[in-house]
T-cell receptor, first 118, second 112 residues
């Protein structure tokens, strides 16, 4: 069965600190996608990144970076020089096939609530 | 281009009633998925529709049903509402059946 674990329920950091959000996943599939979404207080889920299971290269986008390690089934997310606007709930997610079809659903972790204090 | 839109934004219903939630995908997207997000938890998959056919269903009772129209918009119906159905219902659209999903703002359903 597929599962996503985000062990950190809540994190508080002071503005300009770096913060890493942990994500560990379980799947028996050889092909899958991993995602990170941001959910600000407004409630809308904002797509941040999708990573193919065959691509283990780290990715950097501005202050955001992602570390994908297949050996440890982890897909961690780091925010550098955090800002107050980064305060939100962050979800790690995993695609899972719908039966034997090519279609899939997304399985979300429980989320990590990040508070950035000015 | 407009993103995924959902209506209504908020809804209050009484136990036992029926509710219909609506979703319009991003223009050109043919796949729509529905998720339920209970307060304090991650979204849970309910349905996926692609090209107007149901492609997958999550672990939800038959009280939940959905359909997709020729213009790719979608409706989620919930019958015989229970207090536990109170949640944020999110719709997501994607260009293909297994592509990145873009979420709408959600419909907040409160069952009293």
């Amino acid at each position: 069965a597929q599962k996503v674990t985000q062990a950190q329920t809540e994190i508080s950091v002071v503005e300009k600190e770096d913060v890493t959000l942990d994500c560990v996943y379980e799947t028996r599939d050889t092909t899958y996608y991993l995602f990170w979404y941001k959910q600000p207080p407004s409630g809308e889920l904002v797509f941040l990144i999708r990573r193919n299971s065959f691509d283990e290269q780290n990715e950097i986008s501005g202050r955001y970076s992602w570390n994908f390690q297949k050996s440890t089934s982890s897909f961690n997310f780091t925010i550098t020089a955090s800002q107050v606007v980064d305060s939100a709930v962050y979800f790690c997610a995993l695609s899972a096939p719908l039966g034997k079809t090519s279609y899939d659903k997304v399985i979300f972790g429980p989320g990590t609530s990040l508070s950035v204090i000015p | 281009d407009a993103g995924v839109t959902q209506s209504p934004t908020h809804l209050i219903k009484t136990r036992g009633q029926h509710v219909t939630l609506r979703c319009s995908p991003i223009s050109g997207h043919k796949s729509v998925s529905w998720y339920q997000q209970v307060l304090g938890q991650g979204p849970q998959f309910i349905f996926q529709y692609y090209e107007k056919e149901e492609r997958g269903r999550g672990n939800f009772p038959d009280r939940f049903s959905a359909r997709q129209f020729p213009n790719y918009s979608s409706e989620l119906n919930v019958n015989a509402l229970l207090l536990g159905d109170s949640a944020l219902y999110l719709c997501a659209s994607s260009l293909e059946a297994s592509g990145e999903q873009y979420f709408g703002p959600g419909t907040r359903l409160t069952v009293t």
